[in-house]
């Protein structure tokens, strides 16, 4: 419907200007630079806009010419730079909305400073509540070893402690929380899990790995559907803030009830690719989503994901040879390749598209043998399936990608955090990790997005991690292998057309063009032009989705 409307609305303006007349249109960007992502280094200078769809690009004085802003319609870039909206392609935003109202415990350097924080909590929160924290990561500590519930239950036994590890992969618990779930030294390991023990015993030490936290998820005590509005609403204008207008979010499926409230509100101020894990009910789900009042192009959910393998810092991604740092490990598997073809072809037949995690080399070349398995049984075009995060390679499997149009959804600013230890991890097998360049010149899609609450939000540091390879502190000097570095214009268009074309969205936003949504942001500076660091420090100061400015920085901030 909506691209019908466009196209309407291009045919009837088209109509008035061969009669000579001007187009009235609500709005005219002009006066700086604007990139349109249709291309590296492609730019215009001006952009016509009506009922929040672009209708013209071109100079001011041609577009003039040709159309009638309202007396409020001009916005004046001031010579400043415009970009589609970002498009983050792969976030938790539930686990992100949560974590502003949580114990946030990324970045800490020791255990000591997480202990430190739980302590402050523990001191404001009664007895028999739950303490609840995400973001804490062992490799940023000195003795780089796990923990364990006894530093937890120095700070208290009657509290329940549950603290996610940055990547969501592992989980640090008290004793109170093992004695709650029946954890003890006689509990197995569960299915595409693993409880971490001291070595030579069988006694967890209060680390838990993937599906072995899944008991503490379900019975945290949930949230009503008033309350995740609030949270929800409120990170809604956090991420406007960074000009996102737009994210493929991996949420509880209940999440969705929120969204398509706060669209029937008039408050959901960006586009929704809705994406859920894999059910059995997969059907059920669908119809119980089509209720929405919300339109495809703010509100879908056609995307189904599961996961091949767990993470490089817990040492779970699945590996073709064992760690480095770890001989007798090689990860931890999700599927077989029967168990998961068979979940990807009951999804590919319900006519859901598929985005599914993988990091480790043998991860990434199991869920490309599916793939290539069900393509050859049932051939079929356009299924645009991804591999999420796709961060270690085998060299022969960027082929394989492009032959079967496989589209790399990463997170550039997993590579700046990991490289200070991934190669502790994996040795030379780096060299092929994060590999945005080969996957461009193999012709291979990539969509951009943060892993959010993983890594932080804001786009521009994905941007700076693409073109640098380089932390925010400058090091390396050239970059982490910077063969792999991109163009700044590529790594936009990544994270703008590339993550519209993994939602299937490009007919509609992605890029600035006649008949897209007029889905774009204004910066503080032009990025093109300034040194990398700059684009590290770059601001939002507007952000418009169809047209409407959702976002306006205040001064002085």
Not at 26 to 45: C, P
Not at 343 to 364: C, P, T, Y
Request: charged letters at 25%.
């Amino acid at each position: 419907m909506r691209l019908f409307s466009a196209l309407l609305l291009l045919f009837t303006a088209g109509a008035l200007v061969s009669c000579g007349q001007k187009i009235p249109v609500d709005a005219l960007v002009y006066n700086g630079k604007i990139f349109t992502a249709r291309g590296e280094q492609e730019f215009t200078e001006a952009m016509a806009i009506k009922d929040g769809i672009i209708l013209a690009i071109g100079s001011k004085e041609a577009l003039l010419d040709k159309y009638l802003p309202a007396d409020t319609g001009g916005i004046d870039l001031q010579g400043r730079l415009a970009l589609p909206g970002f498009h983050d392609a792969h976030l938790h935003f539930w686990n992100g909305a949560k974590l502003r109202r949580q114990i946030d415990l990324r970045g800490l350097t020791s255990p000591e400073a997480v202990l430190e924080k739980i302590q402050q909590a523990a001191n404001q929160i009664p007895p028999g509540e739950w303490i609840i924290g995400r973001g804490w990561d062992h490799e940023l500590w000195k003795s780089k070893q796990l923990p364990n519930r006894y530093l937890l239950d120095r700070i208290s036994t009657e509290h329940l402690i549950y603290l996610k590890r940055v990547d969501g992969h592992a989980a640090w618990v008290n004793t109170a929380v093992m004695r709650l779930i029946r954890y003890d030294s006689k509990t197995p390991d569960p299915p595409g899990g693993k409880l971490m023990r001291y070595p030579g015993s069988t006694e967890p030490t209060g680390v838990l790995f993937d599906s072995a936290f899944d008991l503490v998820d379900n019975i945290i005590p949930k949230l009503t559907l008033t309350q995740k509005y609030e949270v929800v609403k409120e990170a809604l204008s956090y991420a406007n803030s960074l000009g996102i207008t737009s994210i493929t979010d991996n949420s509880p499926a209940d999440l969705h009830a929120v969204y398509a409230e706060l669209f029937k509100n008039g408050q959901l101020s960006l586009r929704v690719n809705f994406w859920i894990d894999y059910v059995d009910h997969l059907d059920s789900l669908r119809r119980h989503f089509s209720k929405s009042e919300a339109p495809p192009e703010f509100l879908k959910a056609n995307l189904v994901k599961l996961y091949a393998d767990g993470s490089l810092g817990s040492r779970t991604a699945y590996l073709q040879a064992p760690y480095n740092d770890d001989a007798a490990n090689t990860g931890l598997p999700q599927y077989s390749f029967l168990d998961l073809f068979d979940r990807v072809k009951k999804s590919d037949e319900a006519g859901f598209q598929l985005g599914i995690h993988g990091i480790g080399d043998a991860g990434v070349g199991l869920i490309l043998d599916v793939f290539q398995a069900l393509q050859q049984q049932q051939p079929r075009e356009n299924r645009r399936w991804r591999v999420e995060h796709a961060q270690m390679l085998d060299s022969l499997d960027f082929a394989r990608f492009h032959r079967l149009g496989v589209i790399a959804s990463m997170q550039p600013s997993h590579c700046i955090t990991d490289m200070h230890w991934a190669e502790r991890r994996i040795s030379k097998r780096a060299r092929f990790s994060y590999a945005w360049n080969s996957f461009l010149q193999n012709d291979v899609p990539l969509a951009f997005g943060t892993d959010w609450p993983v890594e932080p939000l804001n786009p521009m540091v994905g941007l700076y991690a693409a073109i640098t390879r380089q932390d925010t502190l400058g090091f390396p000097d050239g970059g982490w292998y910077p063969g792999e570095r991109i163009s700044l214009g590529n790594a936009i268009i990544a994270y703008t057309y590339g993550s519209a074309y993994a939602a299937k969205n490009e007919s509609w936003c992605g890029t600035l063009q006649p008949g897209k949504a007029a889905d774009f942001i204004i910066l503080d500076r032009d990025i093109f032009s300034a040194a990398p660091e700059e684009v590290l420090h770059a601001k939002v100061l507007e952000t418009y989705v169809d047209g409407k400015r959702v976002y306006k920085r205040e001064e002085g901030f």
